[in-house]
């Protein structure tokens, strides 16, 4: 090919060739989920701007932490261990990470609040599968409230359109819970054609979830997949005649007394559903209202929200034939000895609760960057 009088190499016309089309598979399918993937690029906090969602309503009466700041004292006394094995102060740490919150409570007081990048107390930040561990908390609910009889029962006795017979005639909700449904799914982030790919971008879960099949029996192996806790948002659904956001929005976030309005994500305007497997977007001082309710096993200010017997089942070490030691009924369980657990997030997103020594500390950010967010995290409260 020749510009002007200049001959372009092959390899930029290969280049320029390869550009266009990409530009014109794109702009010819902006409804097809591959050419979202390819438009908005990699999943980020920022991702609410770009799906519908339902709304999650402030309290008339938020609550308010005790403020009992010593951010100084903190960031500067504390030392972190990154993953070089380079020691940095705290505040050095966080500063050159691409956190963009992090808050610590101790006691029920909020002893550090800080922000980065732009951020503030009031900036939205996608919680991606930080959603999963309220989704449990919701079955918990639901099961107190007479809406679900067990954890135990089978999912087809709510969702009967997926009774296919096999397997899907021994899947409970347990199995949902614990990710050792067996369903086949692929759960990768970094390639359009994965199934979590057309879970996030697609347009239509409900299809999607009733075309899924299960490949090995319920209770076999653990499997992380985002499908098993959409399924479980689809029983919440069925059973309590409500969306997960209106139960969520009843039943947790205007009892906490939720400072800022919030939303979750949905799949299409009319008629959507939450896409329960991530995208709650909220402020950081109420994702650590969840985290302190928690600590309190279920309480809030001496009010019941959730059995206390769900949480001490949901927050233990899981010992069951089948699953994962480290994971429990949709949260991260950490060992006996370190005695943690936490609602994580993918690009490290945490609400990491301490009991032991009663802490709560949320993690927001961009991105992980090569950190094991966990450990770090880890590092500050064994430090406090």
């Known amino acids: 090919m020749i510009i002007g ?29 591959v050419g ?21 309503h402030a309290s008339d009466k938020p609550f308010r932490f005790i403020e009992a700041l010593k951010n100084a004292e903190i960031e ?43 951020y503030t107390e009031s900036s939205d930040v996608a919680s991606f599968s930080v959603a ?23 999912v087809i006795r709510y969702l009967p359109e997926l009774d296919k017979g096999g397997h899907w ?4 909700i347990y199995h949902l819970l614990q990710m050792t449904s067996g369903v086949g799914f692929s759960e990768k982030y970094t390639t359009p054609f994965s199934d979590a790919a057309s879970f996030y971008y697609g347009r239509n879960l409900r299809n999607m979830v009733l075309r899924s099949e299960i490949e090995k029996e319920p209770m076999t192996e653990f499997d992380y997949i985002s499908i098993n806790t ?22 947790i976030w205007k009892p906490l007394g939720m400072e800022y309005d919030a939303s979750w994500s949905i799949d299409k305007k009319k008629n959507g559903i939450e896409k329960a497997f991530c995208c ?44 994962a030691w480290y994971y429990n009924r949709q949260w991260w369980i950490g060992s006996e000895q370190n005695n943690h657990y936490s609602a994580v997030g993918h690009r490290g997103q945490y609400i990491f609760i301490k009991p032991d020594k009663n802490i ?3 993690r927001l950010g961009k991105d992980r960057a090569k950190e094991e967010w966990i450990d770090i995290i880890r590092q500050v409260a064994l430090q406090l």
């Open 5 to 33: 009088k200049k001959k372009l190499p092959v390899s930029k016309l290969r280049a320029l060739v390869f550009y266009l089309l990409v530009f014109f598979a794109v702009a010819s399918i902006p409804s097809c989920k």
């Open 36 to 56: 979202r993937f390819i438009w908005y690029n990699y999943a980020n906090i920022t991702d609410y701007k770009i799906f519908p969602s339902r709304p999650l």
């Open 76 to 118: 500067n006394h504390l030392r972190i261990v990154n993953h070089a094995k380079d020691t940095l102060s705290m505040k050095s740490f966080l500063e050159k990470s691409p956190t963009v919150a992090f808050l610590i409570l101790r006691n029920d007081s909020l002893i550090y609040e800080k922000y980065f990048h732009g």
């Open 132 to 154: 999963k561990s309220y989704v449990s908390a919701l079955i918990g609910i639901a099961i107190k409230d007479g809406y679900i009889t067990s954890e135990h029962d089978l």
């Open 169 to 172: 005639r021994k899947l409970t």
């Open 230 to 251: 959409q399924l479980l948002a689809m029983v919440i659904e069925k059973a309590t005649g409500r969306t997960v956001t209106e139960y969520l929005d009843e039943k």
């Open 280 to 323: 709650i977007n909220a402020k950081a001082r109420d994702f650590a209202k969840f985290g302190r309710l928690y600590l309190n096993k279920g309480y809030w200010n001496g009010a019941s929200i959730i059995p206390e017997e769900w949480i001490e089942k949901s927050t233990s070490i899981n010992r069951d034939s089948g699953g």
């Open 360 to 362: 709560v500390i949320v």
